[in-house]
């Protein structure tokens, strides 16, 4: 006899997942508020699409960066143009602004954006190939200020999502002028010391050196330690406009580590650059909550005019795992004040119709059509802590009444139908 083949059920793509209901009351939390939040700061929302030129990313993003050399989902349309699903916000935000002559437009402008982002990494808690960002740019600008007015959101964002032990990680990369000398000494350094670091760190001296300094490999910590710090390296200009973001972060008494190996893994930063790290977040291994810094070259790398800008993400997925673990109350939302039990043909014919008539008058109703037996429905009614339940059975349905059950006194009343929406409207104000 042929054995019958099990069927096998379909499993989302690696590093992809589903966000249930369950989770959701976390993802509201955290996104409802940094929308409100970023609203009240003046910044505006932008929505632009989720597949981008590729070239937008290479030019972008970076040439060089891991996240476009090596993690980015890209592929040939029928029409032979190569597409990319975006890896990060920034560049598509940039490209809506040149293409869309929001250049014109009285600066700085600024923007807040949020949805999937797509990065092909080897999924481990914290890190997944499909993940949320909540975005935040200002462009047109160069006043540190601006720097520091994204760091006060973003913490005030993390604050709002139950988030308080958070560590601001700060370092400033200087402009492409100084970066230049900085990169120069960070190769004579390096190269100096080839045979102590990691394969990895070998082509990185080649390909992106600043990458170095992110290089989590035992074997390169030692000579990372040593290694020049950009700081060193920065001219008079971006060394004035990093102690001006510092100064105004005292001003505003945000602590903050100033970390030299700190680098950030885009092409596209110029002087301040930062990351929030959950409090005591192993520096060897860091998951960042989020990052970001200004980017003055980047709007003129894409097409547009010498503009300067500086922004910031924060990654929901991570965030939900710190609410979760730091163990942040989130409620759904649902808080149903009565709960409607119907019984046989008739009761629940009429049910139907009351429960939207409930709804109508503004008073949340909860139910369970499906149900026959009265003891289920009122189980149900008791574990949502609703205050009142409507009974509508047969002999209600035929008399037009309906029994209004207290469920903390455990007493009823017959109250007539046509009543029912007056009185419980009554008796929830109480
Ligand atoms: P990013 O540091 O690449 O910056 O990403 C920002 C945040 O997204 C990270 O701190 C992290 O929370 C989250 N994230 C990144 N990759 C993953 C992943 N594979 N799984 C889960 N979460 C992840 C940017 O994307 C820049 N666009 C930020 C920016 C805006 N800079 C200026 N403006």
């Not at 793509?13 to 509201?28: A, N, V």
């Not at 992110?214 to 000579?223: A, G, L, R, S, Y």
Request: charged share 30%; glycine share 8%; aromatic share 8%.
């Amino acid at each position: 006899m042929k054995k019958k083949q099990k069927q096998k059920f379909f499993q989302a793509p690696k590093g992809m997942r589903d966000i249930l209901p369950e989770d959701q009351p976390y993802w509201d939390k955290f996104l409802k508020n940094a929308e409100e939040l970023a609203r009240d700061y003046g910044f505006s929302k932008i929505e632009t699409p989720i597949l981008e030129d590729a070239e937008l990313f290479a030019r972008g993003t970076g040439e060089t960066s891991d996240v476009v050399t090596k993690q980015m989902y890209s592929f040939k349309t029928l029409a032979g143009r190569t597409l990319a699903l975006r890896p990060e916000g920034t560049p598509g935000v940039v490209r809506a602004y040149l293409e869309n002559g929001l250049s014109n437009l009285p600066s700085p402008l600024k923007f807040f954006y949020s949805g999937p982002m797509f990065r092909y990494e080897q999924p481990q808690q914290g890190r997944t190939r499909q993940f949320w960002q909540f975005g935040l740019e200002t462009i047109g600008d160069k006043e540190a200020v601006l720097d520091v007015q994204i760091i006060q959101l973003c913490l005030r964002i993390l604050k709002g999502a139950g988030l308080k032990k958070i560590d601001v990680q700060i370092n400033s990369l200087g402009c492409s002028h100084c970066r230049s000398g900085f990169r120069r000494a960070l190769m004579d350094y390096y190269r100096h010391r080839k045979n102590k670091i990691c394969p990895d760190c070998q082509k990185r001296l080649k390909e992106n050196p600043l990458r170095l300094l992110d290089c989590k490999e035992e074997k390169c910590q030692p000579v990372k330690s040593q290694a020049p710090s950009s700081l060193e390296y920065l001219c008079a200009e971006c060394k004035a406009h990093f102690k001006s973001v510092l100064e105004f972060l005292d001003e505003l008494e945000i602590p903050y580590f100033l970390n030299k190996n700190l680098v950030r893994g885009l092409d596209y930063y110029t002087k301040t650059i930062f990351e929030f790290w959950l409090e005591g977040e192993n520096s060897e291994n860091p998951l960042a909550l989020g990052g970001g810094g200004r980017y003055d070259n980047l709007i003129q790398n894409l097409g547009g005019k010498s503009t300067p800008a500086v922004g910031a993400s924060l990654g929901a997925d991570r965030v939900v795992l710190a609410m979760k673990k730091e163990e942040v109350k989130a409620s759904s939302g649902y808080n149903p004040k009565v709960f409607l039990v119907q019984l046989g043909d008739r009761g629940k014919k009429k049910s139907l119709k009351l429960f939207e008539a409930l709804h109508q008058a503004d008073i949340v109703a909860a139910e369970s059509f499906s149900r026959d037996s009265i003891k289920a429905q009122l189980k149900i009614a008791d574990r949502l802590g609703v205050k009142f339940a409507l009974i509508l059975g047969q002999q209600e349905a035929l008399d037009g009444t309906i029994i209004v059950r207290d469920m903390a006194a455990g007493s009823q009343e017959i109250v007539p139908q046509e009543k029912i929406v007056e009185e419980m409207k009554k008796r929830l104000k109480r």
